[in-house]
Every structure is written in structure tokens, then in C-alpha cells.
């Protein structure tokens, strides 16, 4: 079992940032490959990053490539999501997950964290 806890979320304006942290216990955490997805009110929810274990290949849905930055500290247990030039579209709540393998589906991850708001004001 893997235990996941998001941070960072928040309000802030259009063209700020924010790097939100997921923060992993219990088996370890350099076992898994990490995702963010995140999810609107009324959509379902989408990829967003993944990186994998071994080598730190990184994945990005198209909309964020340049803006956004996937990345993990495994000393420290925890995976993090840069965000800058954000826009009122990535408006959402943020999840990580922990998979043994990277993809972008939801269904494939094993384990979820509770999700963060983030909030990009126009």
C-alpha cells in the first residue's frame, strides 16, 4: 500500500504559479511510477504528467508541454508538479497517483491521493 497526500493548491491569477507536492508512504516510493491528473467540475478526469521510476522519463499532455514540469525527489518520498503560465483552463483538483507502471489512463493507477483544488483566476 502507498498512502499519497497532495499540497500546493490554491488561488492564483492567470500567468502565475504554483508547485503542488505529493507526498508518499508506507511501501516505497521509488517502486512506483507518478502521474498527476486532474479533474473540472462536470469533466472527467484527465492526464496531466507522469514520470517514470527508473530513469525519469517524463510524459505531458499536450496543453501543458512548456508550462508545466513533472518531477520527483525519491530520497524525500515525494513527486512534485511545477506549474507556471497558468491559465483559468487548468482550473481543477489536482491528483497524484502511484502506479507500477506509467500511463495516462486513470483506471491503470493502483493508488490515489486525495486531491487538491487549484484555482487560475482571468
Known amino acids: 500500500q502507498v498512502q499519497l497526500v497532495e499540497s500546493g493548491g490554491g488561488l492564483v491569477q492567470t500567468g502565475g504559479s504554483l508547485r503542488l507536492s505529493c507526498a508518499a508512504s508506507g511501501r516505497s516510493f521509488s517502486n512506483y511510477d507518478m502521474g498527476w491528473f486532474r479533474q473540472a467540475p462536470g469533466k472527467e478526469r484527465e492526464f496531466v504528467a507522469a514520470i517514470k521510476k527508473s530513469d525519469g522519463t517524463t510524459y505531458y499532455t499536450q496543453s501543458v508541454k512548456g508550462r508545466f514540469t513533472i518531477s520527483r525527489d525519491n530520497a524525500k518520498n515525494t513527486g512534485y508538479l511545477q506549474m507556471n503560465s497558468l491559465k483559468p483552463e487548468d482550473t481543477a483538483v489536482y491528483y497524484c497517483?502511484?502506479?507500477?507502471?506509467?500511463?495516462?489512463?486513470?483506471?491503470?493507477?493502483?493508488?490515489w491521493g486525495q486531491g487538491t483544488q487549484v484555482t487560475v483566476s482571468s
Open positions: 497517483a502511484a502506479n507500477i507502471a506509467a500511463t495516462r489512463y486513470p483506471h491503470d493507477y493502483d493508488y
